[in-house]
């Protein structure tokens, strides 16, 4: 990007060049590998469960993949006109307190763009195509979904995404919570198309309550860049340097000398750097700067007391990928423990074994009942007179 030709043009277009300018980087580069290898994988039932921070780079990352498919399908998508390469859809936040389901999937239909998806529901094949008959006026939850597996089944995109996820776990109680994501799971199963989850860290979360679920799924941490790793400080010093040298101004700003501040507001986050420069960027050109300075940066970044919430929750997710100590110590001592209450027969002697089976009478034949009408020994007192 020409910082000159750049600074010549208008400030409208200098702020949306700026905003639209997006940059690779190694932390984005690992994640889209691990989102590319689970798409690819054998098993395409799978769901990918991508976290991180908010602000570093999510939705990035499923447009960048989303890009790459279209283009590895180019050749195939011109002879298989019914295929469409992929699905994108948000999931929106509930307004009485609890996700809508319909909703989900009344954006998810709109996704694929087929005329009148939402209404359609398949009765039965004719040469091995599909007819159908239409919704009633009052859609049922049920009859969206069975709509949406019909045209995952027939138009078979490669993935399906659903960015900001983490709205689907709004829901009354813990079970509740674990049954949204088996919805999509098994949803993932019925398809064979693998259905990746986009938000923060309670995402993940909620998912390691569920085993089969946390077996079934693969993890994608979208990790941000730390300040106290060598490598990771290098890195993130040379994204900075990228943006700073493609700023729409007439003198590119040396931002290097503010790495630290750039690490205190942004948390190591790329998202947060890039929406913290737009803005600095567009308080420059207000002000008519010729380049952007620490005011800008200063009066346009996160507060200390954002900052810190943010952090908080990185801090917490970020346990949910290492190894902690205390639970593997935990899980040495489960699996070398023997069940409670149990004991094995082979380390038994003979004469435990007798005095088990007189304990049990469940081990012997049992005891013939009386014939009908023959009163019990215990129903006549010992020495009562007969009348």
């Given at each position: ?47 990918g469960?991508?976290v ?36 994108t ?50 859609e ?6 069975e ?65 089969q ?11 941000r ?24 101004v ?47 940066l ?29 639970i ?30 007189n304990?049990?009478p ?10 009908p ?14 009348s």
């Amino acid at each position: 990007m020409s910082n000159l030709v750049n600074y010549l043009s208008s400030d409208a277009e200098r702020k949306a060049l700026f905003f639209k300018y997006k940059i690779t980087h190694p932390l984005l580069e690992e994640s889209y590998s691990a989102t590319m290898d689970l798409i690819h994988s054998a098993d395409c039932g799978k769901l990918g469960i991508g976290v991180g921070p908010t602000g570093v780079g999510k939705t990035t990352l499923m447009h960048a993949v989303v890009k790459k498919i279209v283009l590895e399908m180019t050749e195939e998508l011109k002879t298989d006109r019914e295929r469409i390469p992929c699905i994108t859809t948000m999931a929106a936040p509930p307004e009485n307190g609890v996700f809508s389901w319909k909703l989900f999937y009344h954006r998810a239909l709109n996704a694929v763009e087929e005329i009148a998806s939402n209404r359609k529901i398949p009765i039965f094949l004719l040469n091995g195509k599909p007819l159908y008959r239409q919704l009633s006026s009052g859609e049922t939850v049920d009859g969206l979904r069975e709509s949406l597996v019909e045209i995952l089944h027939r138009r078979r995109p490669l993935v399906f995404f659903v960015d900001e996820a983490q709205h689907i776990l709004k829901a009354g109680s813990g079970k509740k919570l674990q049954d949204q994501l088996d919805v999509l799971k098994t949803l993932a199963d019925e398809t064979r198309v693998p259905i990746v989850l986009l938000g923060t860290y309670p995402l993940l979360s909620q998912h390691a309550l569920n085993g089969q679920l946390a077996r079934r799924s693969s993890p994608i941490h979208m990790r941000r860049y730390r300040s106290n790793v060598p490598a990771e400080h290098r890195q993130f010093a040379q994204v900075v340097k990228t943006f700073s040298d493609n700023m729409p101004v007439k003198t590119a700003p040396d931002l290097i000398p503010h790495l630290p501040f750039l690490f205190e507001r942004t948390l190591g986050c790329v998202g947060i750097l890039k929406e913290t420069l737009v803005r600095a960027l567009n308080l420059a050109i207000k002000g008519n700067s010729a380049t952007v300075t620490i005011e800008h940066l200063q009066k346009t970044a996160l507060s200390p007391a954002k900052c810190e919430i943010i952090l908080q929750e990185i801090l917490e997710g970020e346990r949910l990928f290492y190894d902690d100590e205390e639970i593997v110590n935990r899980i040495h001592s489960l699996l070398s423990r023997p069940p409670t209450g149990f004991t094995s027969f082979l380390q038994m002697r003979t004469p435990d074994l007798v005095q088990l089976h007189n304990a049990n009478p469940i081990a012997t034949s049992k005891a013939k009942k009386p014939k009908p009408g023959t009163r019990k020994p215990s129903r006549t007192k010992a020495g009562t007179k007969k009348s």
